[in-house]
Every structure is written in structure tokens, then in C-alpha cells.
């Protein structure tokens, strides 16, 4: 299914409100039904890209993510922005949206008429350490985890209190006459199915914690605090419910020269007055590999260069980032017999007397008035 604006797909602007959203989903959802297209796959991907996006506009932390990121931070990319959901994600997630407009509807039971409760497992929350380099190429990690899964020997049956209705109705004699009030089934909370049979080690919901490895693909051009979202790789849950998702939460490994600004990168170079005075070539490092930059002679202290497209990639493929190298002019503190002379001899020469411009005069006026305030 292709990943087009979530906007794009409700027909919506981007400063619609919760109200509005919720609307045009509706509308879509209910155009586009199962029940009313029976057997068109094209209204079936249609209701699912609705899901989908409504998924994302409806959650103010991936609508802020996509709003920023676009589909990296919410779908594209390893991203979980609801490309995975199926027709029970939707059902169970948004049912309340559809009301009774589809009550006993032939989709499974999915619909308004279903009472059945669909539990979905805990999420699982990890941290996950990238270096300069992983970022920059993107790259594919290997996590250990333990999570909950259904126990080998597990078995579930219909519950006898709600008959797997999820739901108990209780009658009641008022002074108005009969009331009926529906309530959630207290022996299955609201499943409509119970453990029948525990597996070893499991837990009161067939469940029991199990070492597992999943395989995931980093995006290139992340950032610190970046959240991953994998959908269905966390928590399983009981009686056949829907996993949790796997939460990756990026963290950057400081690189020993380069800082990172963005999509640029910053490097400070130190050279010595000679250099700065007869210019040189220094090597500057890169994400991976090195670079020859040339210093021009009588270059400045703190004179920036600027190297297009040597910084990182933008999460949504826009292009490189740049790196940007300071040259800082390094002044010598410990100096030989013979250095000092040659310096002495220099002190007054006029070829090194400083001879600042305009400009620099204008800078040390400001400082000259900022420390006189």
C-alpha cells in the first residue's frame, strides 16, 4: 500500500482539529466498509489506508511525529505508522467510531453489533545506542528480548459466564418497572474467553516470559529521542488478542571530533600561527574517512570552512547535511631558547602587527560596550 499523507487520505488540513479528523474518517470509513463493498480488494485498501492514517492524526504524539518527520517518524522506514494493521486492529482500535452503522455486520463480527472485548498486550520499551556512522548509513540491529507469549499447553474456552459474549445482562425491578444494564463480563473481562488449560510456568492468563531476537532496520538520518514503533514485536496477549509494539528509543554515541547540529556537523581544527600566516593543508575527519582542506594563507582565528554534503542525510531524504570546520589558531605555551628569539625578532616586525578592519573594530566596540554595561 502506498504511503501517502495521512492529510492527503482524510482530506484534511494540517490545523484540523480532533473534531475534524474524527469526522472525515468517519465519513471515509463507512464509504469504504466491507459490508458495503463486498469482495472490492480497492474499497478494502482504501479502508485500510483510512485506518491508517486516521491512526496517525488521531495520536498527538505520532501526529507531532509525522508533522516533523513526515512517514520516518511514523510509518516509513521501520516507523510504525499502522501500514501493519489489519481488519481486527481497526475494528478493535476505532469500533466506537462506526456506532451501530454496521451492528452484526458480516466482517467477522468486527463490527458496531460485536461486544466482545479486544485486549491487546503491553508494549515493550527499549533503548538502543547508535555511533555517528550507523546514523549516517542507517543500519540493522539484532535485540534480545523477553516478553510475554502464549505458554506451550495453553489452552482457552468460551466463557461460561457471558457464553462469549463478552458482556452480562442483569435485570433489575425498580419502582419504573424492569431495567435491563449491560456490564462487562466480570469472569473474563470482557474477552469472552477464559484459560481452559495453564502451560508450565504461565501465568493466571496462559502467558509465561520467553527470550526472543528480532531483527530491526534503523533509518538513516535519525536523531536522539527518536522513537521507533514496531507493530505486534511486543507483549502477546491473552485469548488470542493483539501483541503490544516494540518502542526503540534512538540514543547518539558522542564522536570524539565531530558534533552534531542537525543534519550538519561541526569540527574544530587547530593549526598553528605559522600555518595560519603561510597557509597549509590539514586533514579534517569525516563520518567515514577523511578530508583535505586547504588553509589559506593569513587566515583568522575561528575563520570557518564549509564542506557541502559531508554532514548526514535528513530522516526524509532530503539531502545532506554539510560539515563545517573552525579553525582555531593554536598559540604555543611552551617555547624553546631558539623559538623565543626567532619570535623576539618577529615581535616588531611590521609584516605581523595586527591590522584589524572596519568590521573588527565595529565587534570590539560592541564588546567594549557590553562589558562597560
Known amino acids: 500500500m502506498s504511503k501517502r499523507?495521512?492529510?492527503?487520505?482524510?482530506?484534511?488540513?494540517?490545523?484540523?482539529?480532533?473534531?475534524?479528523?474524527?469526522?472525515?474518517?468517519?465519513?471515509l470509513a463507512i464509504k469504504y466498509h466491507p459490508d458495503k463493498n463486498p469482495g472490492d480488494h480497492s474499497a478494502e485498501d482504501r479502508f485500510k489506508e483510512a485506518a491508517n492514517a486516521y491512526e496517525i492524526l488521531s495520536d498527538p504524539e505520532k501526529k507531532a511525529r509525522f508533522?516533523?518527520?513526515?512517514?520516518?517518524?511514523?510509518?516509513?522506514?521501520?516507523?510504525?505508522?499502522?501500514?501493519?494493521?489489519?481488519m481486527e486492529d481497526i475494528f478493535s482500535q476505532?469500533?466506537?467510531?462506526?456506532?451501530?452503522?454496521?451492528?452484526?455486520?458480516?466482517?467477522?463480527?468486527?463490527?458496531?453489533?460485536?461486544?466482545?472485548?479486544?485486549?491487546?498486550?503491553s508494549n515493550l520499551r527499549v533503548?538502543?545506542?547508535?555511533?555517528?556512522?550507523?546514523?549516517?548509513?542507517?543500519?540493522?540491529?539484532?535485540?534480545k528480548l523477553h516478553k510475554l507469549v502464549r505458554a506451550k499447553g495453553t489452552e482457552y474456552a468460551?466463557?461460561?459466564?457471558?457464553?462469549?459474549?463478552?458482556q452480562?445482562?442483569?435485570?433489575?425491578?425498580?419502582?419504573?418497572?424492569?431495567?435491563?444494564?449491560?456490564?462487562?463480563?466480570?469472569?473474563?473481562?470482557?474477552?469472552?474467553?477464559?484459560?481452559?488449560?495453564?502451560?508450565?510456568?504461565?501465568?493466571?492468563?496462559?502467558?509465561?516470559?520467553?527470550?526472543?531476537?528480532?531483527?530491526?532496520?534503523?533509518?538513516?538520518?535519525?536523531?536522539e529521542g527518536m522513537q521507533l514503533n514496531l507493530s505486534g514485536l511486543g507483549n502477546e496477549a491473552p485469548a488470542g488478542g493483539i501483541p503490544g509494539d516494540l518502542l526503540v528509543v534512538i540514543e547518539e554515541e558522542d564522536h570524539p571530533e565531530l558534533k552534531r547540529d542537525g543534519n550538519n556537523l561541526h569540527y574544530e581544527a587547530f593549526i598553528t600561527m605559522v600555518d595560519a600566516a603561510l597557509g597549509a593543508t590539514v586533514e579534517v575527519p569525516l563520518v567515514s574517512g577523511k578530508a583535505k582542506v586547504k588553509i589559506e594563507p593569513g587566515t583568522q582565528c575561528n575563520h570557518v570552512l564549509r564542506l557541502k554534503h559531508k554532514g548526514l542525510p535528513s530522516v526524509n531524504r532530503h539531502g545532506l547535511g554539510d560539515l563545517f570546520v573552525h579553525v582555531m589558531v593554536w598559540t604555543p605555551t611552551e617555547l624553546g631558547k631558539d623559538e623565543k628569539k626567532i619570535l623576539e625578532k618577529l615581535r616588531d616586525s611590521p609584516g605581523i602587527q595586527p591590522k584589524p578592519t572596519n568590521k573588527?573594530?565595529?565587534?570590539?566596540?560592541?564588546?567594549?560596550e557590553m562589558f562597560a554595561s
Not at 5 to 27: F, Q, T
Not at 132 to 140: K, V
Not at 171 to 196: D, E, I, K, Y
Open 5 to 27: 499523507d495521512p492529510y492527503e487520505v482524510l482530506g484534511v488540513g494540517r490545523n484540523a482539529s480532533a473534531d475534524e479528523i474524527k469526522k472525515a474518517y468517519r465519513k
Open 67 to 86: 508533522d516533523r518527520f513526515g512517514h520516518a517518524g511514523s510509518g516509513g522506514g521501520g516507523f510504525h505508522g499502522g501500514g501493519g494493521m489489519n
Open 94 to 121: 476505532f469500533g466506537d467510531i462506526f456506532g451501530g452503522a454496521f451492528a452484526g455486520g458480516g466482517f467477522g463480527g468486527f463490527g458496531g453489533g460485536q461486544q466482545r472485548r479486544t485486549v491487546k498486550g
Open 127 to 143: 533503548r538502543m545506542k547508535l555511533s555517528l556512522a550507523e546514523i549516517a548509513e542507517g543500519s540493522e540491529k539484532q535485540l
Open 158 to 166: 468460551t466463557c461460561s459466564t457471558c457464553k462469549g459474549a463478552g
Open 168 to 223: 452480562v445482562h442483569r435485570v433489575q425491578n425498580t419502582f419504573l418497572g424492569q431495567m435491563q444494564t449491560v456490564t462487562t463480563c466480570p469472569a473474563c473481562n470482557g474477552l469472552g474467553q477464559a484459560v481452559s488449560k495453564r502451560g508450565a510456568g504461565s501465568d493466571a492468563n496462559g502467558l509465561v516470559r520467553e527470550e526472543s531476537v528480532v531483527t530491526v532496520k534503523i533509518p538513516a538520518g535519525v536523531e
Open 360 to 368: 573588527d573594530r565595529g565587534f570590539f566596540e560592541r564588546v567594549r
